[in-house]
């Protein structure tokens, strides 16, 4: 291992086990502090939020963006100190920390026993969503994780979300597909964080206005296992509970070869991630590129 690998492990190493056991108020003000300097320094990371921002906001001036970006960093910085925190959090005050709308769809569809996909993107925090259905909903799930680097790195946040109650995939290998098709046909649940195409070879779509690439996942597998697949959306507001919106099933359509149905579902997963980034854009934490224009095609997402 690397120098810099030893470092990075080490750092995330110190969150959880410094940061989870710091009083809520102090956890929240330390989050903001480093999101505040991060801002003012403007790295690549937060030129690449920012220019990300411009195309979700069309119009937005250079102090617009300015304020989008330093909210999107408080907005980041909070899920990392909710995350840090998250194993030492009471059953109760995970219950209470999120309140979904329009939970019928998932339940519903739960009570159906043909299996439900979830799909969200990088809005807010998905692991206290997870953290909540495992909890207040007493359903187990399944999900991928991308392999990071270094490796014990990755090693810690399968442990962190297993011990959150989820079963955790790692997305390169092959094998996840067919376990999460498995777990579908089995009437369970999988959750999937799919606004962001990993593999280079995802779906294209519309994406406020440009083309971008999204996962095929949630699509083919909705229509090799019958599941229902449901779009979700999260937001921050001013109060401790994050809130969100489970959205009506994107259905399959009835004519098509396999492409054209996955283009279309896709699509219509798109449109829905598409809403709740543009009522707030502060909490979409995409700090990569992500449309076709900006990445290198030789080298994919970076």
């Known amino acids: 291992m690397s120098t810099a690998d030893r470092l990075t492990d080490a750092l ?3 969150g959880w086990s410094t940061v989870k056991k710091l009083p809520e108020p102090v956890a929240a003000r330390l989050g903001r502090t480093i999101a505040d300097i991060a801002w003012k320094r403007r790295g690549k990371g937060v030129q690449r939020l920012e220019a990300n921002y411009a195309r979700v906001v069309p119009g937005a001036g250079p102090e ?9 960093m408080r907005s980041y910085l909070r899920y990392w100190m909710e995350s840090f925190r998250l194993p030492a959090w009471s059953a109760e005050r995970i219950r209470t920390g999120f309140d979904p709308k329009d939970l019928h769809h998932l339940t519903e569809g739960l009570d159906a026993g043909k299996g439900v996909i979830l799909a969200l993107p990088h809005l807010a925090n998905w692991d206290l969503a997870g953290a909540w259905v495992t909890t207040a909903l007493r359903t187990p799930f399944t999900t991928v994780a991308e392999r990071l680097k270094p490796e014990t790195l990755y ?3 399968v442990a962190y979300r297993e011990g959150l109650g989820m079963e955790v995939l790692p997305h390169s290998g092959g094998s996840a597909f067919g376990t999460l098709a498995r777990r579908l046909r089995d009437g369970g649940l999988v959750c ?3 606004d962001r195409d990993l593999s280079a070879s995802g779906v294209e779509v519309g994406f406020f206005g440009e083309q971008a690439r999204m996962p095929a996942g949630p699509a083919l597998l909705a229509q090799h296992t019958g599941a229902l697949l449901l779009p979700v959306t999260l937001w921050y507001d001013d109060s401790p509970v994050m809130r969100g919106r489970v959205h009506p099933a994107i259905e399959v359509p009835e004519s098509g070869t396999r492409a054209e149905k996955t283009s279309v579902m896709t699509q219509a997963l798109a449109d829905a991630f598409a809403t709740g980034i543009a009522e707030h854009p502060e909490d979409w934490h995409m700090l990569q590129r992500l449309w076709l224009a900006d990445l290198d095609p030789a080298k994919g997402p970076s």
């Open 12 to 14: 995330y190493g110190a």
């Open 64 to 72: 617009r963006l300015a304020e989008l970006s330093r909210a999107g």
């Open 155 to 157: 090693d810690r946040f």
């Open 192 to 194: 999937l964080v799919a």
